[in-house]
């Protein structure tokens, strides 16, 4: 869908030290890094340290209700977020977001320091109900802050950033983890602090309906925002293809360390590394579809993009396909044998891939959406995200327990996308018009 010319820029990344838009991505960096952080440092002490010996639950049963807990508030909150985000500026809401965050982690702090896995628990849930409150509006202010020309580019960053976030709060946890509980504590309050300077700086954005009271009967009023959004084509295909890419992302990550250890024989240096890989792959993907993209939306993106998905994904599975290890091996053992430069090749562009198809449903997203429906529409999306993550996790296991094979669920995805690219052709106008006007363009 081109953009007017007066609405170009040949600038596509220049507004990224501006007011418009440096606050918001440092907000939501500190946001996604204190997530990863708090969650995968509290997961490690469970699994490895005294905090479950006088648990009532096993470390693993623990694990999975702590998973549970922080998935949960996106189910119950994320309607009211996109209330609360219309109703009020949403810049002061980011405040109020990022002060609620400083108090969890003050929480958070007694909670290490009594190795209270109850007072852990509740600050999960706060963390989730945080990041549900904070996710309708951390997409929905985009277009108040962008032009059009630039929203691309934003979404790109903010996606980018996101993941490499995700990535170094995981690698950040597993290490203060393992230090003095006071390192991990200094760490959260921290990064707290600053995600709070930098949300004072965020432009003020006049509320969209001011005079709306905020409904707290949750279920009826998620139906309601389900039902409305399933109204509305361009909407629901966008949540659909957004929440494809969640599913993916979940699968691959939450079975990385298993696959890292069964399939590619290595340790945890190994599995660090194909994280990485996969994390900055997202992060890259997403910075390249905004400079490919020039300052329009091409939803022909999804096409290469889903392809590069189920390429990656059966190459990476015939390569590991009859590799089945019992101890597992260094990283330079694993850089000795043949096959590991082609799987991390797989695994980069896994990433890749997923970053150019998961940009151009975001900015469809934002932009098929009406001013005053656009919080509502993300926080749709964030509640079907939860949804497709819950049914992968489920249907994992279940796959998993049935046939004991991580390959055959890699293959099944890798699969899937080819469905889901038939689907959003199918479902798309707008994207089958979008690929007529390239291939003409061409």
């Known amino acids: 869908m081109p953009i007017p010319d007066n609405l170009k820029s040949t600038h596509y990344f220049s507004f990224v030290t501006s007011r418009r838009f440096l606050p918001l991505f440092c907000t939501q960096l500190c946001n996604a890094l204190n ?25 693993s049963q623990l694990l999975n209700l702590a998973a549970f807990l922080f998935i949960l508030p996106y189910f119950l909150f994320s309607t009211l977020g996109g209330e609360i985000a219309n109703k009020f500026d949403k810049a002061t809401v980011a405040r109020n977001i990022k002060l609620m965050e400083l108090v969890i982690m003050s929480i958070a702090a007694v909670g290490f320091l009594l190795h209270s896995i109850v007072l852990l628990m509740l600050c999960l849930f706060l963390m989730g109900t945080h990041s549900a409150l904070f996710g309708p509006l951390k997409y929905a202010i985009l277009p108040d802050y962008l032009k059009p020309s630039e929203l691309v580019s934003g979404n790109g960053l903010v996606e980018s950033g996101t993941f490499i976030a995700i990535l170094f709060g995981q690698l950040l946890g597993s290490i203060l983890a393992g230090m003095d509980l006071y390192w991990l504590i200094t760490g959260l309050l921290l990064i707290a602090i600053v995600g709070q300077i930098a949300s004072l700086f965020m432009l003020p954005v006049a509320p969209v309906t001011p005079d709306i009271p905020l409904h707290f009967n949750i279920g009826q009023r998620t139906w309601q925002l389900l039902r409305k959004s399933h109204q509305q084509k361009n909407i629901w295909t966008a949540i659909m293809g957004i929440s494809w890419f969640w599913l993916i992302g979940s699968v691959y990550m939450t079975q990385l360390p298993t696959f890292t250890r069964s399939n590619l024989g290595g340790d945890a240096n190994v599995f660090n590394l194909m994280l990485t890989l996969f994390s900055v792959g997202i992060g890259l993907g997403s910075l390249l579809c905004a400079k490919f993209s020039k300052g329009q939306l091409h939803l022909s993106l999804i096409i290469p993009a889903t392809l590069g998905l189920s390429i990656f994904g059966c190459t990476l599975v015939y390569l590991t396909h009859d590799q089945h290890h019992v101890q597992p091996q260094s990283l330079v053992y694993f850089l000795q044998q043949a096959h590991s430069y082609g799987v991390m090749v797989c695994i980069l562009g896994i990433g890749l891939s997923g970053g150019f198809f998961s940009i151009p449903l975001y900015t469809w997203l934002q932009t098929s959406s009406t001013h005053e429906f656009r919080t509502h529409a993300i926080a749709a999306n964030n509640i079907v995200n939860g949804l497709f993550m819950l049914f992968s996790a489920v249907a994992s296991s279940l796959l998993i327990w049935l046939f004991d094979s991580i390959n055959l669920l890699y293959l099944m995805v890798a699969i899937g996308n080819l469905f889901m690219l038939t689907y959003l052709l199918l479902k798309s106008p707008v994207l089958r018009k979008d690929c007529k006007f390239l291939l003409l363009k061409q």
């Not at 995968?40 to 010996?53: C, D, E, G, R």
């Open 35 to 59: 997530d990863n952080l708090f969650k995968t440092a509290f997961f490690v002490l469970i699994s490895f340290s005294q905090f479950n010996h006088h648990s009532w639950l096993p470390a």
